[in-house]
């Protein structure tokens, strides 16, 4: 597996042209074209400065690479150097969830548009994969039903969760799913685990809910408990044989 650090742009700059994310970018042998899975980082605090480079998720990159995929995984703005925040979803008691999302979003879809125009990718075969932040940017992103883009993978997705008594706003959050799901075209896969400390079993239930109700195409599972917390399943390597089975399935449904 071949790794590279690329610029790639994303949503709009402080001057107003596209930014430009550090994106980690990783592929199998030979000169392609290959499909393209993009992987899509949470948010490790607020206001998220947390990390200066894109986090490799390198077991996950090499699970994707095995079956064929280049990899990208970009460094939204806003964490380490890349501008401004503008996922920022504002505070507990009034946050904007759909705006939250469709920053995320704006960062995702950039890279994807230029991703479409390398020789080595496949234009029409892209993947997107997001967990926490990234996995509720990546169901916004459903909503524009981006070219190119033939499935989706929200991993433990949503924003400000936490247990029951620090949860912003879970009304909301349902609410702006709901949003994204009437546009929505794009199929996708949930993924949550029961003892997600984040988003629980009722919250991701009704998350799921809301988004396939209002007419997103969205398929739910709710995987047993990982470790001492189910929202770490995706960064941990250990959590790749526990929900990798799920991924493969739903996208050989789709090949």
């Known amino acids: 597996m071949v790794e590279e650090s690329w610029l790639m742009p994303g949503g709009p700059g402080e001057n107003g042209r596209p930014a430009l994310l550090k994106t980690r970018m990783y592929f199998p042998p030979g000169n392609g074209p290959f499909p393209v899975a993009v992987l899509n980082h949470g948010s490790p605090g607020e206001p998220s400065r947390q990390f200066m480079e894109p986090p490799s998720f390198r077991h996950v990159a090499e699970w994707f690479v095995g079956r064929g995929y280049m990899v990208a995984v970009p460094m939204r703005r806003g964490y380490g150097d890349t501008g401004d925040w503008p996922e920022n979803p504002g505070p507990c008691n009034n946050p904007d969830f759909v705006a939250a999302g469709n920053a995320a979003a704006d960062d995702i879809l950039g890279v994807v548009g230029r991703l479409r125009l390398l020789r080595i990718a496949k234009p029409d075969r892209i993947l997107l994969v997001g967990q926490s932040a990234g996995g509720f940017g990546v169901v916004a992103a459903t909503a524009r039903n981006p070219a190119g883009v033939f499935g989706a993978i929200n991993i433990a997705g949503g924003r400000l969760g936490g247990p029951e008594k620090e949860r912003c706003s879970p009304d909301r959050l349902v ?33 799921v809910s809301a ?40 996208i050989e449904a789709l090949e």
């Open 175 to 207: 609410a702006a799913a709901e949003t994204f799901g009437k546009t929505a075209k794009v199929p996708t896969l949930w993924l949550y685990s029961e003892n997600d400390s984040y988003f629980n079993p009722d919250l991701s239930r009704a998350l």
């Open 211 to 250: 988004y396939g109700g209002a007419g997103g195409r969205a398929v739910y599972v709710l995987l047993p408990p990982f470790k001492e917390d189910g929202h770490t399943m995706f960064a941990d390597p250990d959590g790749l044989e526990y929900f990798a089975r799920y991924v493969a399935s739903f």
